[in-house]
């Protein structure tokens, strides 16, 4: 009812002012005339005082239009990563997309003298792509720049290295794997030292440890950590060990039930095949000492993003990243971090006093000779 009183109010008025318009004298009602029209139209006054009023409006109308315009949206800065297999911590870099809008990351699987060959290109051109290198060639170093990160202030000496550039937010274990339907209690190993036991002659079978891979990087550093020696390699050798040219092959091989120990294998291996529900065990953490092979992170100097990727370093240390860490199978290297299937929290377990990655970047070529030496090329 009030709606309708305030339309009637408004209505009215105007109807009876346009009728009147039309008449001799307003509010008089005698006759239809436009008179009234055809004096105010012949006054040029008038006529001017239309014209700027519609130009007015035109203009006003044309201004506020352009002000109602959004601003194009700012371009997304973009952290670029030069590393292989960025792509299996793809949910990692999911939630840190997450709690920071308008930043993406991006991995390029880029290395060797591909990536030598880039980086040279981006600072002669000065345009530069790459923000950070993933799992960094050590030999590097004078492409990459020193960073302070204040959530990293507690991570373990392992996990770090004392230039201020690499540090690791993850890393991988290595462990003896065995068959869990073949190898059960008191039988499974709990030392490097129990594989040299007779009873396992003929039952262990390893990746190719004379080429640089992932069973001869493990093999150095048990070696550079005194875990084991020359005289542990010859009776190594007397188990009748048999190799495999690759670690998946050995891996799938005691899966299968051909042999009952795998020398050793890493836990990024170890779990996809266990979630596939392979009968498979891993005997971690060993007695005499354990082995963790960091995954390392380190800013371009003069890289693209400088900000957003220290804001990436940073972040990576953080409670929330470490956490999606763990929730991947990917171990965290932070104090108190997340434990990722059931095993130990890697605070709480005793890793060997390794060379340093440099170190074991210059043994690559010695060891792998020394193995071959001893053990020969792998059979299948």
Not at 1 to 11: K, T
Not at 171 to 180: A, L
Not at 274 to 292: H, M, Q, R, T, Y
Request: charge should be negative; hydrophobic fraction near 40%; proline fraction near 7%.
């Amino acid at each position: 009812m009030i709606a309708l009183q305030a339309l009637l109010a408004l209505v009215l008025p105007l109807v009876q002012l346009y009728i009147g318009s039309f008449q001799s004298f307003f509010g008089l009602y005698d006759n239809w005339t436009l008179d009234n029209y055809r004096k105010v139209l012949d006054d040029p006054d008038t006529i001017d005082a239309i014209i700027t009023t519609f130009g007015l409006a035109l203009v006003g109308g044309f201004v506020t239009m352009l002000l109602c315009v959004p601003a194009p949206a700012h371009p997304r800065l973009k952290i670029v990563a030069y590393m292989q297999g960025w792509e299996q911590y793809q949910k990692v870099w999911d939630a840190f997309e997450k709690r920071f809008p308008g930043i993406t990351t991006k991995g390029l699987a880029v290395n060797g003298p591909e990536l030598t060959t880039k980086l040279s290109a981006e600072r002669s051109s000065g345009k530069h792509v790459g923000s950070l290198l993933g799992g960094p060639d050590f030999q590097r170093k004078e492409v990459l720049k020193p960073l302070d990160l204040p959530t990293a202030k507690t991570l373990g000496a392992a996990y770090r290295e004392d230039s201020r550039i690499f540090y690791a937010p993850t890393t991988t274990v290595w462990g003896i794997e065995y068959n869990s339907d073949k190898v059960a209690g008191a039988d499974v190993p709990r030392k490097w030292a129990d594989l040299l036991d007779p009873k396992w002659k003929g039952r262990i079978v390893a990746g190719d440890p004379t080429t640089p891979s992932a069973t001869s990087g493990t093999l150095i550093r048990l070696y550079g950590g005194h875990a084991i020696d020359d005289a542990w390699l010859d009776r190594l050798k007397a188990q009748d060990v048999t190799f495999k040219s690759s670690l998946e092959i050995a891996d799938q091989s005691v899966a299968r039930g051909e042999f009952d120990v795998l020398l050793t294998t890493l836990s990024d291996f170890f779990f996809p095949s266990k979630a596939k529900g392979a009968p498979i065990g891993f005997a971690f953490p060993l007695e005499d000492g354990n082995v963790s092979t960091p995954t390392y992170f380190a800013a371009l100097k003069d890289g693209a993003a400088p900000a957003d990727t220290e804001l990436l370093m940073n972040w990576l240390f953080t409670a929330e990243a470490q956490q999606a860490f763990a929730q991947i199978d990917a171990l965290p290297t932070m104090p108190g971090a997340p434990a990722v299937q059931g095993l130990v929290p890697l605070d709480q377990v005793k890793l060997l006093d390794i060379p340093g990655p440099e170190e074991i970047t210059s043994l690559w070529d010695p060891m792998t000779t020394k193995f071959k030496d001893v053990f020969g090329s792998p059979k299948g």
